[in-house]
């Protein structure tokens, strides 16, 4: 895909899921790809498949971990970086507000939020240099209240609006920001919020998961090579004016679940 070839990538929580499943949309289109995770196997697992994989185990919600992820790369890529995927992301606990543990809530934010700055705030001044993308990962339950859920939700709202400021403050050196906000996307870590909902809320796991498609209008939970898609497409040519913008790959959801 145009626009692809030989640009260096640094995907963050890259070795299951979304994460991998954009790593490898992107290097099947020549990028050169670099990712990190906190999962030792899961990322040896990904490199023995792609040997031409770049990978480092970051913690990327611990602050010294990105300082010494970005000076790994700056040898790997030379000093260079075009793309970014802030993939990281926890689910967080479920349940009522009045019921959640503040060090859980905490957190949910570290991950998913302060997380993607402390990533940004190294590769910006990279990616500057000669112009590029980025892309953070929001949430339909950044676009929605949900209920049962509110740390998670707050988390991916605060993305949102930090993506919309980062395309605004980085527009001007040719650098486009996005935040994507899947639905339900089939794997592992649906299941496992599935199964914190149903627990916290005394509903079966089929009917969890039935409620967490019934409020799209196509009614089917999406898959991890959906987002590598749409992620495709805005770092590429065809997406070279798509800036600012919370880009959706849902089914069309026109609510959330409520319990």
Not at 22 to 42: F, S
Not at 154 to 175: C, D, Q, Y
Not at 220 to 235: G, K, P, R
Request: with cysteine; aromatic share 6%; net charge negative.
């Amino acid at each position: 895909m145009e626009g692809i070839t030989n640009k260096k990538v640094l995907i963050t929580a890259g070795a299951t899921g979304i994460g991998k499943a954009t790593a490898i949309a992107l290097m099947n289109a020549g990028a050169q790809v670099h990712v990190c995770d906190i999962d030792a196997q899961a990322l040896a697992d990904f490199k023995q498949h792609y040997p031409l994989l770049l990978t480092s185990i970051t913690n990327v919600a611990k602050p010294d971990e990105v300082d010494a992820m970005f000076a790994q790369l700056q040898q790997d890529f030379s000093g260079e970086l075009d793309f970014l995927v802030n993939n990281a992301g926890v689910s967080g606990p479920a349940g009522p507000i009045e019921t959640l543990d503040i060090e859980a809530w905490k957190a949910t934010f570290d991950v998913n939020l302060h997380a993607t700055f402390y990533v940004s705030k190294h590769a910006i001044p990279l990616i500057k240099k000669h112009g590029g993308a980025i892309m953070n990962l929001s949430s339909t339950a950044g676009l929605y209240g949900y209920p049962m859920r509110s740390p998670y939700a707050s988390a991916k709202w605060a993305i949102v609006g930090l993506s919309k400021t980062m395309a605004m403050e980085l527009g001007p050196f040719n650098v486009r920001v996005n935040c994507i906000c899947p639905g339900s996307v089939n794997g592992e870590r649906m299941d496992r919020v599935i199964s914190s909902i149903a627990k916290a809320t005394g509903e079966s796991l089929h009917k969890v998961r039935q409620d967490n498609v019934q409020n799209t209008s196509m009614t089917t939970f999406v898959d991890a090579e959906d987002i590598a898609n749409m992620i495709l497409f805005s770092f590429s040519d065809l997406g070279a004016k798509i800036s600012g913008q919370s880009l959706t790959v849902d089914g069309d959801t026109h609510s959330l679940a409520t319990y």
